[in-house]
């Protein structure tokens, strides 16, 4: 059973009709980078309460959720309503794998999201541990259109901090935008066009990739990445690849 923590909106920040970003003032549980925490509406008597990654990196002082509106989604809807000053309640624990502390030692780190899993390596990248084990990683994003490009002043910060170690790389399937790859990641994976706009190869022997997205997205991509030698991490097999799938 979850126990909740009653927070305050600090701002929700409508980035187009569907996507947001919830900044709330609240005691945060105890997390990873990458982890997710359950948030929660009051429901009648009941909470009605869904899944969310932490975007911001622990020690920062607030918690911070990236989500779309799902058509007809029962808390997404109302999450999308939320005013500055606004009640809402996140649970006092935290969970999820999608951590660097189960990514073995490697040279290459890929993070392969799309839409709002972009968050949870926000997070991971917002902390120094990427940069002290990683020579080099790359961050991949994958959306419908342009305008959920977001977090593009975060991921340039990133890029200024690292020039030489960090590439990100967008998918834009629905526009053809210069600068931007017009497939799926899973599609961009096979053809061999993400690794030449990384400049980077999928070598197992020095890769470790992270994906977060739909179930449709992951096994996808899972399914491409095993074509070129890479396969699932698991810890009593160790592997390449971590996944947190949104569902
Ligand atoms: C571990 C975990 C972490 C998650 N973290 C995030 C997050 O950081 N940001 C986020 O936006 N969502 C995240 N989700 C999904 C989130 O928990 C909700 O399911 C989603 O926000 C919709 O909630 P809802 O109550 O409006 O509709 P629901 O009743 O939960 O879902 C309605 C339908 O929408 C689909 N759906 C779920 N998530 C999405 C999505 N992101 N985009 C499109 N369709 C979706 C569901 O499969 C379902 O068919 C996460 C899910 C899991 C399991």
């Known amino acids: 059973m979850d126990q909740w923590r009653k927070g305050r909106v600090i701002e929700n920040r409508h980035w187009n009709e569907r996507l947001c970003s919830l900044k709330v003032a609240v005691e945060l549980p105890v997390f990873k980078a990458g982890q997710f925490t359950r948030v929660a509406l009051p429901d009648g008597d009941d909470m009605l309460a869904r899944a969310y990654s932490l975007v911001n990196a ?22 999308h309503q939320l005013k500055r000053g606004d009640p809402l309640y996140i649970s006092t624990t935290a969970a999820g794998f999608l951590t660097l502390s189960e ?11 799309t839409g709002t899993a972009l968050g ?19 961050l991949v994003h ?35 935008i210069s600068g931007t790859l017009p497939q799926r990641i899973p599609e961009a994976i096979s053809s061999g066009d993400l690794e030449r706009a990384a400049a980077l190869t999928f070598d197992p022997a020095q890769t470790q990739v992270m994906i977060c997205g739909s179930p449709a997205m992951v096994a996808d991509s899972m399914a491409a990445l095993k074509e070129k030698g890479l396969r699932k991490h698991r810890r009593r097999e160790p592997g390449h690849i971590s996944v947190e799938i949104y569902k």
């Open 142 to 176: 994958g959306v419908r259109s342009p305008d959920e490009l977001t977090y593009q002043s975060v991921i340039q910060g990133f890029i200024a901090q690292h020039p030489e170690r960090f590439e990100s790389v967008a998918c834009v399937t629905r526009e053809q």
């Open 120 to 138: 949870p390596f926000l997070s991971i990248l917002k902390t120094d541990e990427p940069w002290r084990r990683m020579d080099k990683i790359v």
């Open 103 to 113: 990514v073995p030692e490697c040279q290459h780190l890929w993070m392969l999201a």
């Open 58 to 79: 622990p020690g920062e002082p607030y918690a911070e959720f990236y989500f779309n509106k799902v058509p007809e989604g029962p808390l997404s809807t109302r999450l």
